[in-house]
């Protein structure tokens, strides 16, 4: 069934009006029709299958059949802080982590970043893509996007388990998990050419743990995603 995020303001008791781009999704490209369902989700965890109503390009409304929690929100909260990268590199973190079950992407101005302005387009964009990952991942949450932080400053504001990806890092992401069950992670990922010496020093300072997922380097988009996984493996929310 296609699922929708919707704002707070589309429902009204069991009525839900979708957003322009929906009704024209709906009506020009999936073809729907009144008595089809669709299923709308509240961002804030819940999932509502709809029974269409009307539906046409300039309005589409339906009733609210069923009410239950959407599946897909992970166990876990994780906040990627994610070095920037290069054009569609960050897109690919966004995407994949969406998948990954990350709850929070925060960009990070590390030292080897090749920094980009980021204007209201490309913040855009990337909402777009958080919003359609999670439609399509059945995430009942679309994860929230920060504004880039310095990474001293995110490392300071990283909460609960906070660990530092390093390809050098001594304590492997297993140890580093082993035994704890924190309700919270915080990931820090470098940029293409990676942390520097002196930033990993710093996390360690910090109180954050510096950590290897072994002797293969992973690409800076890949490292993200990865750890993700491995982090909701290790407590029994994948596969
Ligand atoms: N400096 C490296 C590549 C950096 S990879 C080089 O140029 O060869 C980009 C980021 O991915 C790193 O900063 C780190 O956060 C993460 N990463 C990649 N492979 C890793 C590994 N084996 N262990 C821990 N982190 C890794």
Known sequence: MQRFFLPPAAFAGSKVTFTDEQAHQMTRVLRLRPGDQVMALDGAGLQHTVTLETVTQGLTTGAIAGTEPAPGEPRVGITLYQALLKGDRWDYVLQKGTEAGITRFVP?????????AEGPVRRQRWQRILTEAAEQSE????????????????LRAAGGLRLFAYERGVTPLRAALARRRPKEVSVFVGPEGGFEREEAAAATAAGAQVISVGPRILRAETAGPAL??????????FG
């Open 108 to 116: 990070v101005i590390a030292r080897r970043c090749i920094v980009q």
């Open 139 to 154: 995430r009942g949450r679309v994860p929230t996007l920060s504004d880039p932080m310095l990474l001293a400053d995110a």
């Open 228 to 237: 993700a996984f491995a982090i909701l493996y290790a407590r029994g929310d």
